[in-house]
């Protein structure tokens, strides 16, 4: 599933992204599945906070019984797999997580822009009054630079805006 925040929608915050894949985990581990979260970049420290929060939820217990009537094993989180990521917080969002700093490739903007095709600077304002995350480069330079051109093109035609409350604000 794509993250809520990975929209044009400004106001989608980092507990919406956390809230959303934690429905959808619970949602399989009510039906007595087991779990393996599979989340990229941003969606690690997403998925790592929503695992915790399904975890220490008391609506399993009720649904830990109804599987044991229905001779089903309980269903748990399993497995989490971190894929283009350095670390794993959980309960913090991610510029929080990364000491307060935004890194050296974003810039926060007013625009839902995904990317520029050259390097550009901040325009000095606070960035808590930036209502969307871009990358300072070409998002083809930095995340497609290993595909055939227009492959890369593809890709990055795919991207989606991303929201700066979900990256900076919350826990």
Known sequence: MALRSASPNPNITFLDDVNAVRDVIRGEVNQCCDVVVVAH????????SAIKATSSANSHESEAEKCAVEGAKIGHVIGFVAVGTGFLPSGVCFLRALGGTPPPLWRFSSEPLVSTDEDVEDDGENTTTKKFVTIRVSARDAFYHDLPVEE????????????????????
């Open 41 to 48: 970049s941003l969606g690690t420290v997403v998925g790592a």
């Open 152 to 171: 890369g093109k593809e890709w990055v035609e795919r991207l989606a805006p991303q929201g700066a409350a979900t990256v900076a604000q919350g826990g």
